[in-house]
């Protein structure tokens, strides 16, 4: 089965504009903070925010206190009034496609001009563009009652910008030949023409068509009836527990469509099932090996191993013989401080891997007994090697377990970083850090050989390694972390400036190692050990051109760099020596 997600699918501008508003309100505005109406149309962001205290406000009291957002949609110029009135600070969330038509609205309305608008009657954008029109406005959604508009001396025909736009074609043909007069603006959404003409292509190229987005979404039922006019069998659902999955199950290629107000983490959530569904029977050999990747993946088991042969190349990279003890500390330490830190800020993954959340709940004594002997059982390894060793894998540990713990008590003011994970891009920096010293650092420190250049090279390629991959999984998350107030450095950056400094980073550490070995500081397993940045720059840019989607395989494939190290290093190692 192949699956192609739409590349418009998802939050469109406006939308994510106006979530990202409302998730910094409580940290920038007074509380209560309150949306003036549904923010948008989606249960599951509605849901969320009701859980994070920000509440709908329905009707306009006669006195209030506390920040209101104004929706997405927009409000009728009156309603700001009444609230502002009413003693609320008023910030206005509407989408800047949407202020465009009711500045358009507004300043022919002030000119005598009828405005006739074709749209959804109920629905909240037209209602609000409606207040802009004053007494000559009018709302439209087919061509007979178009037809039966009274004729006006000068008037604007302008649309809801999320209306079907093969019918406001029409509604412009009608318009150029019965009042060629009437001034037409072609007010529909970039973003949902092109979402509209990607649905009409992907159904034409696959078996059946899947459309996420909320029922009460105006432009996510536009997209269903679009699907549906192609002939293919369409389903819209709102989550993944509504696919139906023998319906689907003969299906050899499957298109997923969003609406404009569906997030990243509901598609995902769908995707990964789907992703699955050929392998459901339980007797099937893809069955059991899907099972088992998974498994391995939730349990950090590979991520584990990965680290293991991480260390094993460096040992290799720094011609260090003793290779086992330092391979077993690196193990250990990252299964254990990997387990740990899943099981104290899983929020973000109710988001992101809702699977990962619920095997980390329903398994958390077992999981945590893993993480305490792992942990335990490195550093007894580390103390066998020496005191320094030791006490650097004790005191990362104590770093790695404080990591989401509160250090800086409530009643010290003035500082919004209490805790370590508080500061901006601290998990990327310092899981790279603490991978760095367990597979590169402390393999040095532990040998008689004191640092060298060539251990510093070394050092390096491991950081940059796993800076890049732990990144690329933030990239992939970002919706989810900013909803649980996490400071990746993609919501710092943005998504093509990430992308951008994961690739100059790769190839700066290809640069590197490969100097390195030519000028000795190495092993000339540095040569060899170039196909890993390669590699992941190749995986990089796939998911750029959306060749590669999130999901099992995605995150399996960029883990497995690190175990293609280690065998790159065995290899090597036995060939040539």
């Known amino acids: 089965m192949k699956i192609f997600i739409a590349k418009t699918a998802g939050f469109c501008m406006g939308v994510r504009r106006a979530v990202e508003m409302v998730l910094d309100a409580p940290n920038n505005h007074e509380g209560p903070i309150f949306t003036y109406g549904p923010l948008i149309h989606n249960p599951q962001v509605l849901n969320l925010l009701e859980e994070k205290g920000i509440s709908i406000l329905f009707e306009i009291p006669d006195r209030g206190s506390g920040t209101v957002l104004i929706r997405a949609h927009g409000v009728p110029p009156k309603a700001k009034v009444d609230l502002k009135a009413a003693g609320f600070k008023v910030i206005d969330a509407t989408c800047p496609r949407v202020i465009k038509v009711q500045t358009i609205i507004r300043k022919h309305s002030q000119k005598g001009y009828a405005s006739i608008i074709i749209g959804d009657k109920n629905h909240p954008e037209v209602i609000g563009l409606l207040g802009f029109a004053g007494e000559k406005g009018c709302v439209v959604d087919n061509l007979d009652d178009l037809e039966s508009l009274p004729p006006f001396d000068k008037a604007i025909i302008v649309a809801q910008t999320t209306q079907n736009t093969q019918f406001f074609e029409k509604v412009k043909h009608w318009a150029d030949r019965k009042y060629p007069q009437y001034k037409i603006f072609d007010t529909i959404c970039d973003s949902t023409a092109k979402r509209q003409t990607e649905v009409r292509q992907l159904a034409d190229s696959v078996d059946a068509v899947i459309v996420v987005g909320g029922l009460s979404s105006g432009n996510t039922r536009r997209l269903k009836e679009i699907a549906q006019q192609t002939g293919k069998p369409t389903y819209h659902i709102e989550s993944e527990s509504e696919l139906d999955s023998k319906a689907l199950s003969a299906a050899q290629n499957i298109g997923i469509v969003a609406g404009a107000s569906t997030p990243n983490w509901v598609i995902n959530r769908i995707y990964r099932t789907l992703e699955i569904l050929p392998y459901t029977k339980k007797q099937s050999w893809r069955w059991m090996l899907v099972t088992i990747q998974r498994t391995l993946l939730l349990t950090n088991i590979y991520v584990s191993i990965g680290a293991g042969c991480l260390c094993y190349a460096c040992t290799k990279l720094l011609g260090i013989t003793d290779v086992f003890p330092h391979v077993l500390i690196s193990i250990l330490y990252v299964q254990s401080m990997h387990i740990l830190n899943n099981l104290t800020g899983t929020k973000s993954d109710r988001f992101n891997d ?100 060539g251990t510093a090279a070394v050092f390096l390629w491991s950081i940059c390694l796993v800076f890049v991959r732990t990144a690329f999984f933030d990239l992939l998350d970002t919706q989810g972390d900013r909803i649980v107030g996490k400071e990746t450095i993609p919501l710092m950056l943005g998504e093509k400036r990430t992308i951008s400094l994961l690739k100059a980073m ?8 490969t100097v390195s070995s030519a000028l000795h500081l190495t092993s000339n397993l540095g040569f060899a050990l170039a196909i890993c940045p390669i590699f992941v720059f190749i995986v990089l840019s796939a998911h750029q051109r959306g060749h590669m989607l999130p999901g099992t395989r995605l995150e399996f494939l960029v883990e497995t760099n690190f175990v293609m190290a280690g065998i790159v290093a065995f290899t090597w190692s036995a060939l040539i020596g």
């Open 354 to 453: 809702p699977e990962r959340a619920s095997f980390y709940d329903n398994n958390m004594i077992l999981l945590s007994l893993l993480a305490v002997i792992a942990g335990g059982a490195g550093l007894i390894t580390a103390y066998t090697l020496g005191v320094i060793p030791f006490f650097i894998l004790l005191a990362m540990s104590i770093m790695g377990l404080s990591y989401n713990r509160r250090l800086i008590p409530d009643w010290f003011t003035g500082n919004k970083y209490r805790r370590i994970r508080d500061v901006p891009g601290s998990k990327t920096i310092l899981i790279a850090i603490a991978w760095g010293v367990v597979t590169a650092l402390l393999p040095s420190l532990s040998g008689p050989s004191s640092i060298s250049p």
């Open 506 to 513: 790769l190839v700066f550490v290809l640069a590197a190692l």
